[in-house]
């Protein structure tokens, strides 16, 4: 199968934060093609007052650049801003080549990545989706193959029997995901009470690595976006008796489709059930700081959750002691990691210093308590069996006492509740 021979074009608004780091973008989405299998040939960069209806840029620019994907002989035009369908259209046939936008690139991607079958339901209902106001535009696409003859009609027909098949396969793939974020949630009132983390930040910010470096389990890893689509939980021994069920996420990028978001809601879930938030940031990003904020407000829901902020990447740091003492200014209990194995003779930040703070965490969400309980109290007695982690337990004179690691939610309601509880 030839490869793509991709042309990028970026055109943000003239004054914009996008303007400002134009260059940036587009060695994104350079990036993203990458992934995509494609190999970028050139590109070009536009800036706008404001986009036009029928080319999102000039006539003047689509003329020229026109004549500079014939020069390069691309196949593709990769565009780094949301296109509407008319747009998509009228680029195409004024271009005479393929165009796709960022979201498109984005969605190729997952369609590839998905591997579990929940992860494939979110990737579906994501395309569906996008592709439900660009019907006009596929159609296009055949009347331009077939010539167009006797397909007027029975093509606006054909179109309207699509969106009805689509509008009902969208709302199928909604209820099955439904249902799976229902089995998801049954799933975790049955696992045995440990505390939970969620990894969460910026595509390729290495939190798969940092997941297979703390428990020591096969994690799929590759440097490239979006490597890792499906949540991944292990259990990771964080020593002195404490254990933690660390999630592994899917990655965040800038200009995320609000639709693929959404149809990715497990991901969020499972950072919303977590006891504790890790956002992992790749320190050897320049614009590292950038990242952290659209990650930030895609998770800005969870804000009432603890979030340690892991700077990971520490081997690829010039000076990595003198980056954590300046990023502590703005997080001051940052954590500076490495996730990879042979980053010794460089710096000695490994992943000790994260595991230490997760045991701390533990620490904190299950304290040591002994709790009195009157054996005629069966329930309280099951509950705290399989909510609480019992270390020993006695029974005297019809009172049977349990030293255990239990939840400070669970303490709380004990007390209230009139138990009587001794911390220690």
Same mark, same amino acid.
């Given at each position: 199968?030839?490869?793509?021979?991709?042309?990028?074009?970026?055109?943000?608004?003239?004054?914009?934060?996008?303007?400002?780091?134009?260059?940036?973008?587009?060695?994104? @989405?350079?990036?993203? %093609?990458?992934?995509?299998?494609?190999?970028?040939?050139?590109?070009?960069?536009?800036?706008?007052? =404001?986009?036009?209806?029928?080319? &999102?840029?000039? /006539?003047?620019?689509?003329?020229?650049?026109?004549?500079? *994907?014939?020069?390069?002989?691309?196949?593709?035009?990769?565009?780094?801003?949301?296109?509407?369908?008319?747009?998509?259209?009228? +680029?195409?046939?004024?271009?005479?080549?393929?165009?796709?936008?960022?979201?498109?690139?984005?969605?190729?991607?997952? %369609?590839?990545?998905?591997?579990?079958?929940?992860?494939?339901?979110?990737? $579906?209902?994501?395309? *569906?989706? &996008?592709?439900?106001?660009?019907?006009?535009?596929?159609?296009?696409?055949?009347?331009?193959?077939?010539?167009?003859?006797?397909?007027?009609?029975?093509?606006?027909?054909?179109?309207?029997?699509?969106?009805?098949?689509?509008?009902?396969?969208?709302?199928? +793939?909604?209820? !099955?995901?439904?249902?799976? =974020?229902?089995?998801?949630?049954? +799933?975790?009132?049955?696992? !045995?009470?440990?505390? #939970? %983390?969620?990894?969460?930040?910026? #595509?390729?910010?290495?939190?798969?690595?940092?997941?297979?470096?703390?428990?020591?389990?096969?994690?799929?890893?590759?440097?490239?976006?979006? =490597?890792?689509?499906?949540?991944?939980?292990?259990?990771?021994?964080? =020593? $002195?008796? &404490?254990?933690?069920?660390?999630?592994?996420?899917?990655?965040?990028?800038?200009?995320?489709?609000?639709?693929?978001?959404?149809?990715?809601?497990?991901?969020?879930?499972?950072?919303?059930?977590?006891?504790?938030?890790?956002?992992?940031?790749?320190?050897?990003?320049?614009?590292?700081?950038?990242?952290?904020?659209?990650?930030?407000?895609?998770?800005?829901?969870?804000?009432?959750? !603890?979030?340690?902020?892991?700077?990971?990447?520490?081997?690829?740091?010039?000076?990595?002691? %003198?980056?954590?003492?300046?990023?502590?200014?703005? &997080?001051?209990?940052?954590?500076?990691?490495?996730?990879?194995?042979?980053?010794?003779?460089?710096?000695?930040?490994?992943?000790?210093? *994260?595991?230490?703070?997760?045991?701390?965490?533990?620490?904190?969400?299950?304290?040591?308590?002994?709790?009195?309980?009157?054996?005629?109290?069966?329930?309280?007695?099951? #509950?705290?069996?399989?909510?609480? $982690?019992?270390?020993?337990?006695?029974?005297?004179?019809?009172?049977?006492? +349990?030293?255990?690691?239990?939840?400070? !939610?669970?303490?709380?309601? @004990?007390? /209230?509740?009139?138990?009587?509880?001794?911390?220690?």
């Amino acid at each position: 199968m030839p490869v793509e021979r991709a042309f990028l074009v970026g055109a943000p608004r003239k004054g914009s934060d996008d303007a400002v780091h134009v260059d940036e973008h587009l060695d994104e @989405l350079e990036r993203l %093609a990458d992934t995509a299998g494609a190999q970028v040939i050139g590109k070009t960069i536009q800036r706008i007052d =404001a986009p036009t209806p029928n080319f &999102y840029l000039g /006539q003047g620019k689509v003329e020229s650049l026109k004549d500079e *994907l014939a020069a390069a002989g691309a196949t593709l035009m990769l565009f780094d801003e949301s296109l509407t369908p008319v747009q998509g259209v009228k +680029l195409e046939k004024n271009l005479g080549v393929r165009v796709m936008d960022r979201t498109e690139v984005i969605l190729d991607i997952f %369609a590839t990545r998905a591997r579990s079958h929940e992860a494939k339901l979110q990737v $579906e209902l994501a395309q *569906l989706e &996008y592709l439900l106001p660009r019907l006009t535009r596929m159609w296009t696409h055949l009347s331009r193959i077939r010539g167009g003859i006797g397909l007027r009609g029975p093509g606006e027909t054909q179109l309207e029997t699509d969106r009805r098949v689509i509008r009902r396969k969208i709302s199928m +793939l909604k209820k !099955r995901l439904k249902d799976v =974020a229902e089995h998801r949630a049954n +799933l975790r009132q049955g696992r !045995r009470q440990v505390p #939970t %983390a969620a990894l969460v930040g910026y #595509t390729n910010a290495g939190k798969s690595s940092l997941l297979k470096a703390l428990s020591g389990a096969d994690v799929f890893i590759e440097d490239r976006l979006f =490597a890792t689509l499906d949540t991944l939980a292990r259990e990771v021994d964080v =020593a $002195e008796g &404490y254990r933690f069920r660390v999630t592994d996420t899917v990655g965040f990028i800038r200009k995320l489709p609000h639709h693929l978001v959404a149809s990715f809601r497990a991901t969020i879930e499972e950072a919303q059930e977590a006891d504790l938030i890790l956002h992992v940031i790749d320190a050897s990003e320049a614009n590292w700081e950038e990242h952290a904020e659209v990650v930030e407000r895609e998770v800005g829901s969870m804000q009432h959750k !603890r979030v340690i902020y892991v700077f990971n990447k520490a081997d690829l740091l010039p000076d990595p002691d %003198a980056f954590l003492a300046l990023v502590r200014e703005r &997080y001051p209990h940052a954590i500076l990691t490495s996730a990879t194995t042979h980053d010794a003779p460089r710096t000695t930040h490994g992943v000790e210093d *994260l595991r230490r703070a997760l045991r701390t965490s533990a620490q904190a969400l299950r304290p040591i308590a002994e709790i009195r309980v009157p054996v005629s109290d069966g329930k309280l007695l099951a #509950t705290l069996h399989r909510d609480a $982690e019992i270390l020993h337990q006695e029974q005297t004179n019809g009172v049977v006492t +349990l030293r255990a690691r239990i939840e400070a !939610r669970l303490l709380g309601r @004990l007390r /209230q509740e009139g138990v009587e509880v001794v911390l220690g």
